[in-house]
């Protein structure tokens, strides 16, 4: 993982999700909605999404130019964090978002969503694979959540348990 001192954390934006990251919240997962898997990777998230039985568009587009589906599922590239929060909120687009804990700390998404996001916490770290690997040989160092926008949730802090 990159850290503060070596300034690359672009270099590291190709950190893939687990299928079981995806397993996980499936009880939060709208089944009527088109699915787009707006970050399309090394290609497997889309096919782990459909795996479950969603309906899922996973296309390698540039995210900036598309807008596709009802509900956006995926794991962005966290050097992107505020420029892709930006553009689902103009598009109004609801969204499932898996991103570092203290992204909730910025207060960008704090004036993009004035308290509409809402928070899945998974029960463990998520072990991201690098980019064509099945495995990555270091465990990940950090938290992330899953932040949710217009889902409707019961409660707006979920544990997954």
């Not at 598309?66 to 964090?81: E, R, T």
């Not at 409707?152 to 979920?158: F, M, P, Q, R």
Request: hydrophobic residues 35%; glycine residues 6%; aromatic residues 14%.
């Amino acid at each position: 993982m990159a850290g503060f001192h070596t300034k690359t954390f672009t270099l590291h934006d190709d950190y893939m999700t687990p299928k079981s990251a995806w397993e996980s919240i499936m009880k939060y997962i709208p089944d009527d909605k088109v699915i787009w898997d707006a970050f399309y990777g090394d290609g497997k998230s889309g096919q782990d999404l459909r795996d479950l039985g969603l309906n899922v568009i996973h296309k390698d587009n540039d995210f900036f130019e598309s807008d596709f589906g009802d509900l956006v599922i995926s794991n962005p590239p966290f050097s992107k964090k505020k420029e892709i929060l930006q553009r689902l909120k103009e598009l109004d687009k609801s969204f499932i978002l898996l991103m570092p804990q203290n992204t909730l700390n910025n207060n960008y998404i704090r004036e993009l969503f004035d308290g509409e996001i809402q928070i899945i916490v998974p029960r463990r770290r998520i072990q991201f694979l690098k980019n064509g690997e099945e495995e990555h040989p270091k465990k990940c160092n950090f938290d992330c959540f899953y932040y949710c926008y217009k889902l409707g949730l019961e409660n707006d802090i979920n544990f997954l348990w």
